[in-house]
Structure formats: C-alpha cells, structure tokens
C-alpha cells in the first residue's frame, strides 16, 4: 500500500523545461549525425524525453503557474518564500485554467503526430487525455458552482477585493470596513434562511463548504496584506473583519451540517461515511485510466480470482492439518507474530529474502544507491486507525501497536501483521515495489509524474506479489497462506469497492465481507474500509492493485513467455516508462500504430482459463 500523496511526489524541478527541451532540440539539430552512429544515443535520448516532452512540461508550469497566482498565501512569517492553499477556483481562476487548457489543446493539433516516435505519440495521447479531463473536472465544477451561488450572493465582493490586493492597489480603509460590514449583514441573512432549509445534496453542501472556506482564506490574504502597514485599513478594518470571518467559519459549518447522501442504500451502523458515485460515474473514470472493462466485467475477474485463491488456500489448509477448514488455518499463521519491539528487524529479514530471491533468478536491474537509500518509520496511532498495515514509497512505514492502545486493538494489529502475511508485501512497499519505482521514476521521464495512474503505481508492487508467488518465492504452506491472504484481500477490495460506488453495499457489508470471505480482524477490516471511503483516495484506487497487477501480468505473457523480452529487459523497460497507464507502456513496448484519438480497447484477461 502506499499513500496518496506518492502519487504526485516523483522530482519536479523548475530546470526541467529548460533540460528536455535542449535535449531533445540537440537530437533534433544532429540528426543526422545521429543516425550515422549506433542508435545507443538516440535511444538514451528517448529515455528521458519525446518530441512531446517539452510541450507537457510547459503545459504542467503553466497550469501551476495559473493555481499559484490565484490562489491565497499561506503566509508564515518566519520564512522568506510562502507556499500558497489550494482552495476551491474562483470562477476567474477557472476561465483562465480552461483558456490555457485549450491552448494546448490547439498546440496539439499543430504538431506532426504521424511522423513522430512512439515515444512521442505516447505523450501526446497522454497529454491530450489529461486535458480533456481537467477541462471535464473544471465543467463539472463550473456547473456545481451555479448551483450554490444563491447561497454566497457575496461571493463577488470578496473576489474583487482579492484581485486588487493581488497587485497592491490602494484600497480606502473606511470604504473596506463599510464594504465587509454590508457583506456581514448579507451573510446573517444567508444564515438565518438556511438554518430553515432541512437539508441538500451531500456533494453540493460540501461544494458549498469549500466555497465559503475559499473565500475566507482569500479575504484574509487581503487583510495580512494591509494590516499595520496602511495606516487608514488598520484603524478602520479589523472589527468588521473580525466579525465577518466568524460569520464565514459558522455559515461553513451549518453549510456542511446539511448535507445529506441521496442513496438507495440501507441505513447502516459501521459509522463510516463515503459518496458514492454511480455506475455511469465509474465507467467515466474507467475510461480514463483506459481500463477498458465495465464495473460488472472487473467484478467477475475478482470473482475468477478469487476462486483461484480459494483452491490454492485449501491445499495448504490440507498441508498444515487443517483439512477445509482455511480459517482455522489462516488462524494459527496469524499467531505467529512477533513480539512487540522486533517488528522492525522482522521486516529487514523480509525484505533480504526478497531481494536475494530477485537477485538470483535476475529479474530486474537495482541500482545499489537505491539499495543503500530507503528509509523506515515507525507508522501512528492515528495513522493506523485507517491504514492497519504498513505503508510505502521513500520509506516504508511499519505498521504495530503502540503503549497507547488499547490491549486488543495492540492484539489486532500483532496478528494482522504476523511474519507469513508480512512476507508478501515488504517488497510491495520497497524494493522493486514502490521505493524502487520512486527512485526510478524520479530519473526516467520525471515529466510524465502528471500522468500518473494507480493503475500503474499499484499495479507494479502488486504485479510483483504475483510473480513472486509464481516463481515460488513462499516455500512452506503458512508462507502460502499469507501471500494468498492479501490476494484474497486484493480481490475483496474489487468486490467490496464497486458494489459500494454502484449502490449495491453499505459500508458495514463491505466490512463483513472482508472478515467473513478473507478472514480479516474486525478493527482491520473497519480501518481497511475507512481507508477507502474516506482516506481521501479516488473512487477506482483500491481496485487499481489488482487489475493493475493483472494488466502487467497480461504484458508479461506477451513480451517475456513469447520469449521477446527477458524478465529483466522487461521490468527495467517497464520502469523506464514512468507510471503511465499500463497500456500506453504496452503501446511503447510493442511500438503498436497509434493515431490521435485513441481510445482505449485492450483487453488484458482471459476468462476462459
């Protein structure tokens, strides 16, 4: 597993442009040199950047440009550069973003799409669709906005009053201050009328709370700017300013407080809240992390799978003495954890039997300065309330009980991390799972970071629990049993998850069902399902591992069972593409014709076998 904010974390620097695009300008300028040499060159070249590359890096400092400047100060003022808060865009600040957006689009449109690399047609393709999705999100926004602007009719003021601090101008201090009182009264009006509205849409009420939370925070980036250092403003502004943000922090929560899920679903006591999104919403966000499967489709592979792992886990049950019954099994594996304060030196060991497995049989290139580099953590309290396991990325985050829980939830978490369910997923978390994928993605076409897909993140650690598992890497039936585990697990997460976004399960049928079909504990399963409906990740990630895992798994019978590829060549060209969807790595590595509108198509499973 690894958090959400990976996802964006691979390097990005503001020399990027400047590097890539002289790159791939010297190839252009020799090319003619170029083709008299080798092509080691050339290809060296393509691991970095692409005819498009430059395009898709200024694209990203443009959009970042336009966030960054219209967006408020996060003021400290004990340092010299401020970092700025993402709120909710002002409607300019959305027209610009749509305006920049089409640009690009028309950049696009300019460029020699036939004549390029795959490479090339690659960034393209994924450049466009990353557009076409922002401008969606940005319509969609667009749209929810009108609905609530009867709710902020002193939205205006504030914006404008914003845009004029935005380049210093004066502003009239006693005018402000009758200004902000006006609007202060408009506000308690606003609340006194809807304090009577019973409720509105969850999704709406929470547009309209991150509405009113925008709006303070740019009104007072206006008042940090002239407090004390305009004379008439500091006289005649902080009461009425004073009085006006109180009214925003309240009308944001009586804003919040009615907002009511519209669902079909049964009334349900887990106590975890989530949205889901629908069926047409799901297949919207499928299409564009080019799964080309609908939400049914993926749930009979989960399904497949699952009955896969229900054979495998059976035999050894039959191993250990168990005979069919899997859970008594999976009951003794979990007792043998260890004891608290040895957690850490458990994962070393885990982690050397991977990585010496790996070595052995050559299945990938790992640079030693990755080897050398990776970091760990002891995982909180907090933390673990909705993530029960470890965690990684540029540190693997370990996951067991601390002195401030209580003795069963310390139980919980020994048993849910025992030695034999650990054994498969350290490698997931560090190397050539996701410490291997940060240190590859940060060298190897860091421009493509904005591209990024669960799909592909998940899909790589999770691809490379099934390959270990297929190479024999568990040896004894208990080591089985705790690889299976979590691909049970992974199977569940499809199941549980889309029946949730499609309306079909509540929360608390998502919770029994991974005790009673994966064997989960109960506070695990609760902060597994937490984890996914309100850990803030997308509606789609928690499926990503697994058919991610099976898309790479689809590319490995292709490339390396065909015998075109060995292992090695493709892991190390798999992680040279960067985390990318899946089938635009496939598009590379088999250099298949692409045209301008691709859409995806490929059909990785086969559920005939």
Known sequence: MIPSCFIKSVLKTNLLPALFVGIFSAVTLQAPKVAAQSGNFKAAIYEQASEVSGLIIQHGQDIGAIKDFYSPYNL???????????????????????????????????????????????????????????????????????????????????YQLEKKRRRGTFLDGQQVALQLTSINKQLKDAIASFKKTESIDKPLATKGKNAVHGLQQRLKNVYDFYMGYDPMFTWWVPQPYKLLDSSLTTYAKLID???????????????????????????????????????????????????????????????????????????????????????????????????????????????????????????????????????????????????????????????????????????????????????????????????????????????????????????TPEERIGMLFWRMHRCARIIFSLNYHMGNWAPQQCVDFLVDRVGHEKANAEGEVRRSFEGGYSPLYQIAYLVGGLELWGLKKELVDSGKMTFKQYHDAVMKENQIPIEMIRATLTNQPLTRDFTTSWKFYDFKN
């Open 76 to 158: 400290n003022p004990k340092i010299e550069w401020q970092d700025k808060i993402y709120v909710l865009n002002s409607p300019e600040e959305r027209q610009r973003l749509v305006e920049v957006h089409t640009d690009y689009l028309n950049k696009l449109k300019q460029l020699d799409f036939d004549n390029m690399s795959v490479y090339g047609k690659v960034d393209y393709i994924l450049l466009k669709k990353d557009i076409d999705f922002d401008l969606g999100a940005l319509k969609k926004e667009e749209d929810e906005y009108n609905k609530i602007t009867k709710y902020i009719p002193y939205a205006d003021d504030i």
């Open 257 to 475: 407080s009615k907002g009511k899920l519209i669902t079909t679903q049964k009334p349900d006591s887990s106590g975890i809240k989530g949205v889901p999104i629908g069926r047409e919403e799901l297949v919207r966000q499928l299409k564009t992390e080019m799964i080309s499967y609908t939400p049914e489709e993926l749930i009979s592979l989960a399904n497949k799978e699952f009955a896969w792992c229900d054979k495998e886990m059976l035999k050894a049950s039959r191993e250990m003495g168990y005979g069919d019954n899997w859970k008594a099994a999976l009951e003794k594996v979990k007792t043998s954890y260890v004891p608290a304060g040895h957690q850490p030196e458990l994962i070393l060991k885990l982690y050397n039997d991977a990585i010496s497995f790996i070595k052995e049989r050559d299945l990938i290139t790992i640079p030693p300065l990755a080897e050398e580099t990776w970091g760990m953590i002891m995982m909180t309290p907090e933390r673990q309330l909705v993530n029960p396991f470890f965690t990684g990325g540029k540190e693997i985050s370990i996951s067991y009980p601390t002195n401030t829980m209580q003795e069963n939830d310390k139980l919980m978490s020994m048993r849910g991390n025992n030695p034999y369910f650990s054994r498969g997923t350290v490698q997931h978390e560090l190397i050539p799972g996701h410490n291997l994928q940060y240190f590859m993605n940060s060298r190897y076409k860091p421009y493509r970071s904005d591209f990024s897909t669960p799909f592909s993140v998940e899909g790589w650690s999770l691809y490379w629990e099934l390959l270990l598992y297929d190479k024999g890497f568990a040896k």
